[in-house]
């Protein structure tokens, strides 16, 4: 059987993915408050920052985006593409002419940070974490940034999303496989999906390493999980269900017995921002209804 091998570089492509066209459940929050008067020029490197700077109500003032910056669709028509900071050179972002830089510690390279530091363009590098709390704290960090006080409103959304979750009287072992291309990767622990997974009342279905790692046949029998999750478009590239079905491994799980499978948009799955509460309520949802 095929193993898949990839370089380190690309693992970080499963934190966050290529733009997606998101449902209408997915695109329901909307800016808050009003953005104060300013003449920032922002670049977002991370789509979950660019969901905070837009729903603080400065999303006139973005600039340029990274590839992960899938939201609010309105960005594409007025903000640069800049492509993956993974990957990502100096000279696209020096083109917008930015006063503000927000990114987060997960994302970008040393070697662009330390070009970034050498502009001489002012800076924010923030600490994310991928749960609540963390989420909570990152919407406050980047409010202060930008000098905006009122965040409050986006953080108690999420609390309120939140409290729609239904409690599930067995939790389902959900594993999350990241399909792009030749590329299959699983989700372990300390990840966006693990996380979210736990939240909407799952289990994740990998716990015996961290981070990403290729799947293999013998990895995913060994886990057995009840669902299979995917990224909206990892599973349309993948080839649908049957596609799925016919991956290494699948058809001896008990997802794969029960044809368990289920999708998200990964830009609402991924980012951790704003809609953190929509996110884990839509996953919530599909847990209930495939484990009935």
Do not use: W
């Amino acid at each position: 059987m095929k193993k898949f091998i990839l370089a380190a570089s690309v693992l970080v492509a499963v934190y966050s993915c290529k733009k997606e066209q998101g449902t209408a459940q997915e695109n329901t929050t909307e800016s808050v408050s009003e953005s104060p008067k300013s003449t920032n020029k922002i670049v977002t490197l991370n789509g979950g920052i660019t969901e905070i700077v837009s729903a603080l109500g400065h999303e006139k003032e973005i600039v340029g985006t990274d590839v992960t910056s899938t939201y609010p669709e309105s960005l594409k028509a007025t903000a640069k593409d800049l492509g993956h900071v993974r990957s990502m050179t100096i000279e696209p972002i020096m083109a917008v002419n930015p006063t503000l830089i927000l990114a987060s510690d997960k994302d970008i390279n040393p070697e662009l940070m330390g070009k970034i530091k050498s502009s001489g363009i002012k800076t924010e590098i923030f600490k994310q974490e991928f749960t609540v709390d963390g989420t909570k704290k990152l919407i406050a960090d980047v409010a202060k940034a930008l000098g905006n006080t009122d965040y409050q409103k986006l953080n108690d959304k999420i609390d309120a999303d939140l409290k729609q979750i239904q409690p599930l009287s067995k939790k389902p072992k959900v594993l999350f496989i990241y399909a792009r291309g030749n590329m299959l990767m699983v989700s372990g622990k300390n990840t966006p999906m693990a996380s979210l997974i736990q939240l909407a009342g799952g289990e994740n279905a990998v716990n015996d390493f961290e981070d990403f790692k290729p799947l293999t046949p013998e990895a995913v029998v060994k886990a057995n999980p009840d669902i299979l999750f995917f990224f909206t478009t990892g599973l349309q590239g993948a080839g649908g269900n049957e596609g799925v079905l016919k991956m290494p491994g699948v058809a001896q799980t008990n997802a794969g017995k029960n044809k368990k499978i289920i999708a998200m948009d990964g830009g609402l799955v991924s980012a951790f921002g704003p809609r953190l509460g929509e996110a884990a309520v839509a996953l919530n949802k599909l847990l209930v209804e495939n484990t009935k």
